[in-house]
C-alpha cells in the first residue's frame, strides 16, 4: 500500500489515522494534487445524531424491472455547524470551526483522490482530542462520518454543503419573543439515566431571530452556542471536535422555555427555563471540602516521561495549583488556556502550576503521548501528569484530602507548605459574564498562596 502525500507538515500519526478510511474505500490514496479542489469559503456541516433512516422504496416495475431502489432519509435530529475553508497558501488550507464568537482553526487536514472510485478523500483531525472527520468530497458537498476513538466504535454521520452561511433555517421570521437575558435552567427533569436535577443560569443574546449564549451549570458551561429563534422555537447548537450540543426548546404562554437537550449520540434529557435575572448558583469556592489538614503526597508520570512529585526541587518551598483536568473536558481547555495566558505574562511569579490529567485511555504509553500532544499545542508553559484513568473514585483516591471530585476541572491552591488553602470546583469560562469576576478572584488567591 502506497502514500503519496503533497502535506510536508503532516505528521505519521495522522498518516496512519486514514488506514482504516483507505481499507473501506478499497484502494491505495494518491495525494497528487492540489487543496484548490476544495472550494475556499463557508460550509454548513451536519451530524445526524440518530443516523439516516434507511428505507426501501419500490419504484413502477414497468420502468425498474421490479428492482427495488434503497434510499436513505435523514434522521430527525440533526446538529449543524459552520465552518471555513481558508487557503494560506494555494497548495495549503485550513478549516476553521465557528461556534458564536470562538474559532477553532484545524491546520491538520489530509486531502486525496483514491483512484479506485475517483473520489476525493478527506480526514479532518482534532489533534487536541484525538477524533477525526472522514469525507469523500464531491462538486461542493461531504459526505461521511465524524469518529471518537477513545469511546470505542463511536461514529456519527456526517455531511456538509458548499456556500450555506446559515446554520439553522430559520421558517418564521418574526419571534414571539427576545429571549435576551438570564434565564434559570433546569436539566434532568426528564431523565432516563437516574440523575438528579442539575440547576444551570442560560444566558441569551438575541437580535432578530439570530441567537448566541451559553449555560452556566456549577460544574462549568456549555461554551460558545449558536443559533435562532423562530417563531416560537428555539435552537442552539456547538460542535468542537469532541463535544457535539444541540439544544432545541419551544417558547410557552407562560414564559418558560421546554425542550430537550441532546450530547452527541449517547446522551438526552429534558430541560426547562424561565426568565429570572436574580438567580444565581452556590459559589464555586463552597463546593468542594477539604477534610484532611495535610500536605498532598503523589508522584505521577509527566507528559515527557519524568515522574513527578510535589518534594521535587522546583515545587519545595513554592506556592503551587494544582489543576484536575482531562484532555476530553471543554471547560478544562478554557481553563488551560487561561494558565497558559496567565503565566506567560507573569513569568516572575514563583507560583507552580501542575496539571493533573485523568484520561479514557485504557493505555498508559498511549495517554502520555496524548498529553504531549496536548500540551504542545495549547502552549503549557508547566507541568502536565498523567493522574490515572477518568473516574472520580480514582481522582479522589490522589487526593484523599478532598471529599470529592464534584467537576472536571476543579482547581486546588497550595499554600508554601503545600497545604491545600482554597479550593475552586468548575470553571466558567470566556463565553459566560462569570468570566471577568473568575479572573480578578484568582489574581486575588495567587496573591494570597504566594506570601511569607
Same mark, same amino acid.
Given at each position: ?50 443516523? @439516516? ?49 470562538? @474559532? ?16 476525493? $478523500?478527506?480526514?479532518? +483531525? ?30 456519527? /454521520? ?14 418564521? #421570521?418574526?419571534?414571539? +419573543? ?6 434559570? $435552567?433546569? %436539566? ?25 449564549? $451559553?449555560? *452556566?451549570? /456549577? ?62 448558583? @452556590? ?16 508522584? %505521577?508520570? #509527566?507528559?515527557?516521561?519524568?515522574? &513527578? ?75 502536565? &501528569? ?19 471530585? *464534584? ?11 503545600? @497545604? ?6 468548575? %470553571? ?5 459574564? #462569570? ?10 488567591? &495567587? ?6
Amino acid at each position: 500500500m502506497c502514500i503519496k502525500s503533497t502535506i510536508s507538515y503532516l505528521k505519521s500519526k495522522f498518516i496512519l489515522a486514514l488506514i482504516p478510511l483507505i481499507l473501506l474505500m478499497g484502494g491505495c490514496l494518491s495525494f497528487d494534487h492540489t487543496y484548490e479542489q476544495l472550494p475556499p469559503g463557508m460550509w454548513r456541516g451536519v451530524l445526524y445524531l440518530d443516523g @439516516r433512516v434507511e428505507k426501501i422504496i419500490p419504484f413502477e416495475k414497468k420502468l425498474y424491472n421490479k428492482q427495488d431502489v434503497m434510499k436513505y432519509q435523514p434522521g430527525k435530529h440533526q446538529l449543524p455547524f459552520l465552518f471555513e475553508v481558508k487557503y494560506l497558501e494555494p497548495d495549503s488550507f485550513v478549516i476553521v470551526i465557528h461556534n458564536g464568537e470562538e @474559532r477553532i482553526v484545524l491546520d491538520q487536514v489530509t486531502y486525496g483522490r483514491d483512484p479506485m472510485t475517483a473520489r476525493d $478523500t478527506l480526514l479532518i +483531525a482534532f489533534p487536541l482530542y484525538d477524533t477525526y472527520i472522514h469525507a469523500v468530497h464531491d462538486q461542493g458537498m461531504m459526505e461521511g462520518y465524524w469518529e471518537v476513538p477513545a469511546r470505542g466504535d463511536y461514529k456519527i /454521520e456526517f455531511d456538509a454543503q458548499y456556500g450555506k452561511k446559515s446554520r439553522f433555517e430559520v421558517k418564521n #421570521a418574526h419571534p414571539v +419573543a427576545d429571549l435576551t437575558g438570564k434565564w434559570k $435552567t433546569r %436539566f434532568g427533569i426528564e431523565d432516563s439515566t437516574g440523575k438528579s436535577i442539575e440547576y444551570a443560569i442560560g444566558e441569551f443574546r438575541q437580535q432578530g431571530s439570530h441567537l448566541t449564549g $451559553t449555560f *452556566m451549570t /456549577e460544574t462549568g458551561d456549555y461554551r460558545y452556542l449558536e443559533g435562532v429563534v423562530d417563531g416560537d422555537q428555539m435552537r442552539l447548537s456547538a460542535f468542537d471536535g469532541l463535544h457535539a450540543f444541540l439544544f432545541e426548546a419551544r417558547l410557552y404562554g407562560d414564559g418558560s422555555l421546554q425542550g430537550t437537550f441532546r450530547s452527541g449520540k449517547h446522551y438526552t434529557t429534558q430541560w426547562d427555563a424561565v426568565h429570572d435575572e436574580e438567580f444565581e448558583l @452556590r459559589d464555586p469556592d463552597t463546593l468542594t471540602k477539604v477534610v484532611r489538614e495535610l500536605p498532598l503526597e503523589f508522584r %505521577f508520570p #509527566a507528559s515527557d516521561g519524568r515522574r &513527578v512529585s510535589l518534594e521535587d526541587p522546583p515545587f519545595q518551598g513554592k506556592p503551587v495549583i494544582i489543576q484536575i483536568m482531562g484532555t476530553w473536558c471543554p471547560n478544562c481547555r478554557d481553563e488551560s488556556a487561561f494558565l497558559a495566558e496567565y503565566f506567560k505574562a507573569h513569568p516572575s511569579s514563583d507560583v507552580q502550576v501542575i496539571a493533573t490529567a485523568f484520561e479514557k485511555y485504557e493505555d498508559t504509553t498511549r495517554a502520555l503521548q496524548h498529553l504531549q500532544l496536548y500540551k504542545e499545542r495549547m502552549g503549557m508553559p508547566y507541568t502536565l &501528569v498523567l493522574g490515572g484513568k477518568l473516574s472520580r473514585d480514582a481522582a479522589i483516591q490522589a487526593f484523599p484530602q478532598l471529599n470529592h471530585i *464534584m467537576s472536571y476541572p476543579t482547581m486546588l491552591y497550595l499554600d508554601r507548605t503545600h @497545604r491545600i488553602r482554597f479550593v475552586h470546583t468548575g %470553571f466558567s469560562g470566556p463565553a459566560t459574564s #462569570a468570566y471577568p469576576e473568575f479572573k480578578r478572584d484568582f489574581e486575588e488567591k &495567587v496573591k494570597e498562596i504566594s506570601k511569607p
